[in-house]
């Protein structure tokens, strides 16, 4: 019983290079989060999706900034042309359409180094 | 905008000690609360949560108290353990169609030997 698994655990980039982020949800679960956190502060919601759709984008950047979640295989969380403050660590959540509010379980990250 | 924030940037106790982590709430709407623990390097584990309909929820070891009137959350760790070591967020859901979880910056809980 896989929790929600995010890979890679740690990407380096250089300035300029696209980063893509993957997150697959726990089984059962079709709603994924992603979620952005810098050194020392809080997660920042950044967009919410279901299979096929985005829901909310309202915390994601407008440029550069895009997430998918296909009907097959894992949520994307993909940056273009990244800038040195665009590291971070990155966190996906998942959560099941039974869950109600509850159940929002996250993976262990993607620590974003731009170099 | 909203935001949720905490009293205390760091908490040290002693091992055995019980321990409060405090959060203050501005979103007289939300409907939904989590506390999160967050060991370096690792995501955010679920600790406990609360629905706004209830003012006390006790788990294992951990009680969360929530005071609408003053929109304060709080959780309560008895008898702290050195595993018990780690950051602590608070997280709400705003209420009506909101979805997403937004959290405070976390408090540094450090236990003394």
């Known amino acids: 019983n896989a929790g929600v698994m995010q890979n890679p655990r740690h990407l380096v980039r250089r300035r300029g290079q696209e980063a893509r982020l993957r997150c697959s949800p726990m089984?059962?679960?079709?709603?994924v989060y992603w979620y952005r956190q810098l050194p020392e502060e809080g997660l920042k919601f950044m967009v919410y999706?279901?299979?096929?759709?985005?829901?909310?984008e309202s915390g994601m950047p407008k440029e550069r900034f895009s997430a998918e979640f296909p009907k097959e295989g894992p949520s994307i969380l993909r940056i273009q042309q990244v800038v040195r403050g665009d590291s971070a660590a990155y966190f996906c959540a998942s959560k099941s359409v039974a869950g109600g509010d509850y159940g929002y379980t996250f993976g262990s990250g993607t620590r974003l180094t731009v170099v | 905008g909203e935001s949720v924030g905490l009293h205390l940037p760091t908490l040290s106790v002693q091992e055995g000690d019980n321990s409060i982590i405090n959060c203050a709430y501005s979103?007289?709407?939300?409907?939904?609360f989590i506390w999160y623990k967050q060991e370096s390097g690792k995501g955010p584990q679920f600790i406990i949560d609360?629905?706004?309909?209830?003012d006390k929820r006790q788990g294992q070891r951990v009680t969360v108290l929530l005071n609408k009137t003053v929109k304060h959350l709080s959780l309560q760790i008895a008898a702290t353990q050195p595993g018990d070591s780690a950051v602590y967020f608070c997280?709400?859901?705003?209420?009506?169609?909101?979805?997403?979880?937004?959290f405070g910056s976390g408090t540094q809980l450090t236990v003394l030997p």
């Open positions: 979103n007289s709407a939300s409907d939904y």
């Open positions: 089984k059962g679960h079709s709603h």
């Open positions: 609360i629905r706004s309909n209830m």
């Open positions: 997280a709400e859901k705003g209420g009506g169609s909101a979805r997403q979880l937004t």
């Open positions: 999706l279901q299979k096929e759709n985005i829901i909310d």
